[in-house]
């Protein structure tokens, strides 16, 4: 008889335990890698656990960034179908106030409609109709397919199927350096602050998928990625003061979305630039302007509860420079530093939003894949995730 020794799957380490590493861990996994993730802190404590919790139908975009209303749009019906249960299919509405933003709805309609975003057109008094507390002076209003998730509680699912399929998740371990030989990365190092223990692990190939610290770890291997870390400001109020997703039907700005999450609404958001994304801060101004801008959309909003405010970093690509980030187009862009910096065995992914982390993660499999001669097709579109408690249980 003869016996074939096979030898094991090659195994890939990922850096960052935001949503999307945790749907690149459950890619690469079913995909019959060996996959370990690595966070510094608790999974999604980063970027991931501190947005809205919107699930983008992508019109936000449609006018100056299709290219991401496309994303969006495609992600937010693939995840209603693989995630059943986590979202408020609540749609979403376009608020319009004055005729300057009536004529911004003009083109927005448009763009819906050629970036396969379904949309309709409502008057002042349907609108009213679906939201009364909306402002009585609105002058119209589109109705899109946004809804809410709970910003945790997705990714958990992501990280709960993925230690199914046998991914080890480390949270609480902070990479520190990269093991880096002859423009190769070999493998990572770092510290286990559940134990205070240091650490090594070796891979194939190591992922840098640490969101707006991309450009930090990105160094430890001698390359550089055009990350601006971009935060917001959102505001929680206590009270739920619409059931849709409200938006002002103008350009992106600041305070022109209301999120209803649980008994919370939930006001963002502002917009600018910084150096270092732990050291964001919550500007006070910006807190005043969530209310201020807010109260146009919801006069309610003026007077309510303060719950919480707090900020997070978006992890934008582009060149440094930028004035507020939102300039800036929410795509994602995955980045093989052999092709680009002659530096083997690392791979970036950033930018995009919550909602296309799974698209993100398809597109980083794809590249990691290639790299290593696996061919295993992407499963993530079909794998219906387990409940996030399975997270915690399994």
């Given amino acids: 008889m003869t016996v074939v020794h096979r030898s094991p799957a090659p195994h890939v380490v990922i850096v960052g335990g935001g949503g999307t590493g945790g749907a690149l861990a459950l890619d690469l996994a079913l995909r019959g890698l060996r996959v370990t993730l690595v966070e510094r802190g608790e999974i999604t404590s980063g970027t991931t656990g501190r947005h809205h919790g919107l699930l983008h139908s992508g019109a936000r975009y449609a006018v100056n960034d299709p290219e991401s209303a496309a994303e969006c749009i495609q992600e937010n019906q693939l995840l209603r179908r693989v995630a059943p249960g986590s979202f408020e299919e609540n749609d979403g509405l376009f608020v319009g106030l004055d005729e300057e933003d009536m004529a911004y709805g003009e083109k927005l309609f448009a763009a819906c409609g050629e970036t396969g975003i379904p949309a309709r057109w409502l008057s002042a008094a349907e609108a009213l109709r679906l939201e009364p507390n909306l402002n009585p002076a609105l002058k119209g209003a589109i109705q899109v397919p946004d809804a809410t998730f709970d910003a945790m509680r997705l990714p958990l699912r992501w990280f709960a199927t993925a230690k199914a399929h046998g991914a080890l998740i480390q949270p609480f371990c902070e990479v520190t350096s990269l093991i880096v030989h002859d423009k190769c990365v070999t493998g990572v190092r770092g510290r286990d602050h559940r134990t205070e223990r240091d650490f090594e692990i070796s891979a194939d190939i190591v992922v840098n998928a640490s969101g707006p610290w991309a450009e930090k770890v990105a160094a430890m291997a001698g390359v550089d990625v055009p990350i601006q870390p971009s935060p917001g400001v959102l505001l929680a109020l206590r ?5 849709m997703v409200i938006n002002r039907m103008h350009k992106s700005g600041d305070g022109d979305i209301v999120v209803p999450q649980r008994a919370l609404s939930i006001v963002g958001t502002s917009s600018w630039i910084v150096d270092d994304p732990d050291d964001l801060g919550v500007p006070e101004d910006h807190v005043q302007k969530m209310y201020e801008e807010g109260a146009k959309l919801i006069p309610a909003v003026r007077s309510a509860p303060f719950r919480q405010a ?7 690509i582009g060149s440094r420079g930028a004035a507020t980030g939102r300039e800036l187009s929410r795509t994602f862009k995955c980045f093989d530093h052999m092709e680009r910096d002659g530096v ?36 993530t579109r079909d794998t219906v995730l387990l409940p996030h408690t399975a997270y915690y249980t399994a």
């Fill in 344 to 379: 083997e065995g690392f791979v970036t992914i950033s930018g995009g939003k919550g909602t296309t982390a799974r698209a993100m993660a398809e597109t980083t499999a794809d590249v990691v894949c290639r790299k290593l001669g696996v061919d295993a097709p992407c499963r």
């Fill in 310 to 316: 707090w900020s997070a970093a978006r992890p934008l």
């Fill in 239 to 243: 009270g739920r003061f619409c059931n």
